[in-house]
């Protein structure tokens, strides 16, 4: 008998899920609730799935977790509600009685890694996290070429990750942008580069030291380039001329979930990044020790003409360098925003999307062959789905991240958020993050 799941915040992160669910995995997994505090956004994905073929179902408000684990029967529920709702909402359904997929990042403060884990425990249920960068081919890849020891025992690594005018200027618009509500972007969005980082390396951090601020989008930055009075949002006083503004209407998506909805709640998902009231970084420096002995240098900036990311692994052997373009300009809309894969524009410097190379010492360089698989991520989102509705198997790489690489992953960016406040380093340790433990 499959396992009956609902999915508890229906916002646009939701629909992966549904679908999968839905099309790809009917045999596993049964979907017998929606639940959210916006009814639009609800009706938006009941609509969805009906196109899918799937079935009228039941639908929640914020307050009926409870009460729709009861009722449904159900055994597992998909997280995917704003980050800062995570620890009460993943607590309350481990304490009803289900198991909890929920995405990334755990939670966004330490006193959230602790209720989280508590409830685990007492309620003896399980919390899987979402990290899909993991089973990105080319990232699969330079795990491989770690853990084979190509390049011997890791001595450093560094990572810079450039977040493109499209993407990246899109976390200031939205709840993103008031670090009350994400943690600002070394947890929403770093996360998932720390937990490669820990994965790849096998360790976990001991000691954090972060620098950063807001240096291109906020109000205070916009007046300092003489940018002059801007409008407070996109959709109903922007200009189609703006390319910083987004007008909700043009997008079937975002004007259904989102604009269509916000007489529900207020939401509006298109603030001007110029606009007063951001309270996150744009640009973050970090360092951090491992366990192992292992140093991160670690960049993000989210202002950049272009998307992707490069790294390179040092070992007592060689070298390892992975570089990915994720999209090599915004020009304009030819290039679908939903998909991370295969963004590379004809023509343009940034031809090569990925490339891996291993360089030994006393050695020339080599490409390392990345495999390439079908549909989002490389064919890795295909392959998580798998993982969480089939089951993770024997996966010699270890991919499937549970609470504990949940509390690692986070851990980096709340010792940084830390840091960025006292302007001290911070011991991971000293944080007591709940499921925290020394290698």
């Not at 995995?25 to 799937?54: C, I, M, W, Y």
């Amino acid at each position: 008998m499959p396992r009956r799941y609902a999915v508890a915040g229906t916002g646009s992160r939701a629909q992966s899920y549904i679908r999968a669910i839905v099309t790809k995995h009917p045999e596993e997994a049964e979907l017998v609730a929606l639940l959210d505090s916006n009814p639009g956004r609800l009706a938006f994905h009941q609509a969805k799935l009906t196109e899918l073929g799937g079935p009228e179902l039941p639908r929640y408000g914020a307050d009926d977790l409870e009460r729709m684990v009861k009722e449904q029967s159900v055994d597992r529920v998909v997280v995917t509600s704003p980050d800062y709702t995570h620890a009460a909402v993943v607590s309350r359904l481990l304490r009803a009685g289900a198991d909890v997929i929920v995405e990334k990042p755990l939670t966004i403060d330490a006193a959230g890694t602790r209720q989280i884990v508590d409830a685990m425990n007492e309620s003896g249920k399980s919390v899987v996290v979402t990290f899909n960068y993991r089973y990105s081919p080319r990232n699969s890849a330079l795990r491989q070429v770690i853990q084979d020891g190509e390049i011997g025992q890791v001595t450093s690594v560094e990572f810079q990750w450039v977040l493109d005018t499209r993407h990246g200027a899109d976390y200031f618009r939205r709840w993103h942008r008031e670090k009350k509500n994400s943690g600002g972007l070394l947890i929403h969005k770093a996360s998932h580069h720390f937990d490669l980082v820990n994965w790849w390396i096998a360790s976990q951090p001991t000691r954090v030291f972060a620098s950063g601020g807001l240096s291109f989008y906020g109000s205070e930055n916009a007046a300092a380039r003489g940018m002059g009075e801007r409008p407070a949002r996109g959709t109903i006083d922007g200009s189609a001329n703006d390319p910083w503004l987004l007008d909700l209407r043009t997008d079937e998506t975002n004007r259904r979930l989102y604009y269509e909805a916000e007489k529900y709640d207020g939401y509006l998902r298109d603030q001007d990044v110029f606009a007063p009231g951001i309270t996150i970084e744009d640009n973050m420096s970090v360092i951090a020790e491992y366990a192992n002995g292992a140093r991160l240098s670690y960049s993000l900036n989210a202002h950049s003409p272009w998307e992707g990311y490069r790294v390179s692994v040092n070992g007592t052997l060689g070298r390892a360098e992975l570089e990915v373009v994720e999209r090599a300009a915004v020009v304009d809309d030819r290039i679908d925003p939903s998909y991370p894969s295969d963004r590379v524009i004809a023509g343009d410097v940034r031809t090569d999307g990925e490339r891996l190379v291993l360089q030994k010492h006393w050695a020339t360089a080599v490409e390392v062959e990345i495999p390439r698989g079908d549909g989002g991520h490389g064919g890795g989102d295909k392959l998580l789905y798998d993982d969480l509705f089939v089951g993770a198997g024997n996966d010699p790489l270890g991919r499937a991240a549970d609470v504990h690489d949940g509390v690692r992953a986070v851990a980096v960016g709340i010792a940084a958020n830390q840091s960025l406040a006292t302007g001290q380093p911070v011991v991971v340790a000293d944080l007591e993050l709940g499921g925290w433990t020394t290698v």
